[in-house]
């Protein structure tokens, strides 16, 4: 209650009686109370519309229409309610898989365009739900009981192999690494809004001579409900190694990327469009190694996914493989989005022969660099730890290039398989830090491995259900330190399904899925679950890999 008014019925309890008839002194009373009263709705009503011009934003939803956040994102423990924004697909036909992370969840997809939202249906965890995914249109994942993760994909045959797990909540800054502008190739960077109010965003450009801010991508509006592109190929061509800082000015976004290596065809003729003068600013420098090569029989299109950003958290980040030998080849792309230099050991580990250290490294401020992970396992498929020193805070993401797969129908002969038709595939996974409860909503696919790799240094325990069944021999599984285990998913859910992978110490997890020939690959890094817990996971302790034979590479 406003102070005039209090200040007026106290004058009114304290009136003194007069000479005055008591008929009229109670007249006078009941009408100084009427006056109160009124003084009181007034105010109230003032209250009110100055609440709702603070809060009314442009492009805001009606007042029939979902509220501003249906639950709070990332809310509660495991078992109680939440939401968490999911990015839409860059076109169709797609759809959103929905699975309970739990035994079991009431879950919904809400999206802006709807009036309202959508009433929480019963979600086992033994029969994922599948619902279209409209391009340019994000929406919100609502769950109560468990968490319920989410995942979208592109199933045209034409269309690239694209698939992108949900993130568990908004974030103030994203993190994206492995885009790709020389021509002949693209880069999209997708900012959507599933919230009712209009967001701001400002994004950096982490480059190898360091960071760039661009005057049209200072402050990007995105409309409530929306998605918008931004095309990273007009705002800073001719890079062969780029990543992203997205900050959040006003409002909340989600992020994810597209990355499209051009055919070698169109890479080779590239010099051929350009001015003498082009050439010399968007050519790499001679001693320096691309991507693909114009020799190189690479191309393809990969979603980068995004990473929140964690200022001041120097968490090492890992990643559960690094395919490489003949049928596949691997970078990894490391930045540093904050304003002082970074510097981070970089190490590979196998369990054939132990961890490897593959050198010091120090990246100035807004710098990015790339470094070739051929040779630096005995092994096939090693596990990548990047592990900054004090307090640095670094972006990383592996990409692997696929060798082309012979077409259908195609003699397995040597000189057949290197004339057979087909181009290989380019993914990409993010490094994060490693954690120990894991969950991912997993499409169909020909064949679909989970890979858990254990990077630290100590044996640790992991186990693994798939459709809300724990898997046989992955139960107290001990996984020894440095060493990665595979699980074929189709052995255990022949349709789509939700996996998921507790352990007593950090892991880190993904799901491969690929279908048809020739191979389409798409990576799908699960969810941790501890973005939806009320309290912080404890620290883990990081004791670093074991001893192993050191063999420093540079970018």
């Not at 009124?38 to 442009?58: E, K, N």
């Not at 493989?321 to 510097?343: F, H, T, Y």
Request: glycine residues 8%; aromatic residues 2%; contains cysteine.
């Amino acid at each position: 209650m406003s102070s005039p008014v209090r200040r007026l019925l106290q004058a009114v309890a304290r009136r003194r009686p007069t000479a005055e008839p008591p008929g009229a002194a109670r007249l006078v009373a009941l009408g100084l109370l009427v006056v109160a009263v009124l003084l009181v709705v007034t105010v109230g009503l003032l209250d009110q519309t100055a609440q709702t011009a603070r809060t009314a934003q442009p492009g805001q939803i009606a007042a029939s229409a979902a509220p501003e956040e249906p639950l709070a994102e990332g809310d509660g423990d495991l078992a109680g309610a939440g939401a968490s924004p999911c990015p839409a697909p860059p076109h169709g036909p797609a759809s959103t898989l929905l699975a309970a992370a739990g035994p079991e969840a009431a879950a919904t997809v809400d999206r802006h365009e709807h009036e309202a939202p959508g009433a929480l249906a019963d979600l086992p965890a033994s029969a994922p739900q599948s619902t279209s995914a409209p391009a340019r249109t994000p929406s919100m994942i609502r769950w109560e009981q468990t968490p319920a993760v989410a995942a979208w994909t592109i199933e045209e045959d034409t269309a690239p192999p694209l698939a992108l797990s949900c993130p568990p909540a908004s974030a103030g800054r994203w993190h994206l690494a492995g885009f790709d502008t020389t021509l002949g190739s693209d880069a999209e960077l997708h900012l959507a809004n599933p919230n009712p109010s209009d967001a701001v965003a400002r994004v950096t450009l982490l480059t190898p001579d360091g960071a760039s801010e661009p005057t049209r991508t200072e402050d990007l509006v995105v409309e409530a409900g929306s998605q918008r592109v931004v095309d990273l190929v007009e705002v800073e061509p001719g890079l062969e190694k780029l990543a992203v800082a997205v900050e959040v000015r006003e409002g909340r976004l989600v992020t994810y990327g597209i990355a499209t290596l051009g055919p070698p065809e169109a890479r080779a003729g590239a010099d051929e469009l350009l001015e003498d003068d082009d050439i010399d600013e968007l050519a790499p420098p001679d001693d320096e190694e691309g991507l693909a090569s114009p020799d190189d029989d690479v191309e393809g299109t990969t979603v980068v996914h995004p990473v929140r950003g964690q200022e001041g958290a120097a968490q090492p980040l890992v990643a559960a493989r690094a395919p490489q030998g003949e049928d596949a080849r691997s970078w990894l792309v490391v930045a540093n989005p904050g304003a002082e230099p970074a510097s981070f050991v970089l190490e590979a580990t196998n369990p054939i022969e132990g961890g490897s250290t593959l050198g010091e490294h120090t990246l100035s401020a807004g710098a990015t660099a790339r470094f070739d992970l051929d040779g630096v396992s005995a092994g096939s498929d090693a596990g990548l730890v990047v592990r900054p020193r004090e307090d640095a805070e670094l972006i990383a993401t592996r990409l692997t290039a696929t060798a082309p797969a012979p077409a259908a129908g195609d003699a397995d002969d040597a000189d057949d398989a290197d004339d057979a038709e087909g181009t290989g595939d380019l993914v990409a996974e993010p490094l994060r830090p490693a954690g120990t409860d894991w969950a991912v909503a997993s499409p169909v696919a020909d064949a679909r491995h989970l890979h858990v790799a254990n990077l630290g240094a100590e044996p640790t325990a992991v186990n693994v259900t798939v459709a809300g069944e724990a898997v046989e021999g992955w139960q107290e599984r001990e996984l020894p330190a440095g060493a990665r285990a595979d699980l074929a998913l189709d052995e255990h859910a022949r349709g789509p399904a939700a996996v998921r992978v507790t352990s007593a110490d950090p892991v880190a997890a993904t799901v491969v899925a690929a279908d048809q020939a020739p191979l389409r690959q798409r990576v799908l890094p699960l969810v941790d679950l501890g973005a939806f817990r009320a309290e912080p996971a404890p620290a883990h302790r990081d004791r670093g890999l074991p001893a192993g034979p050191d063999a420093a590479h540079d970018p």
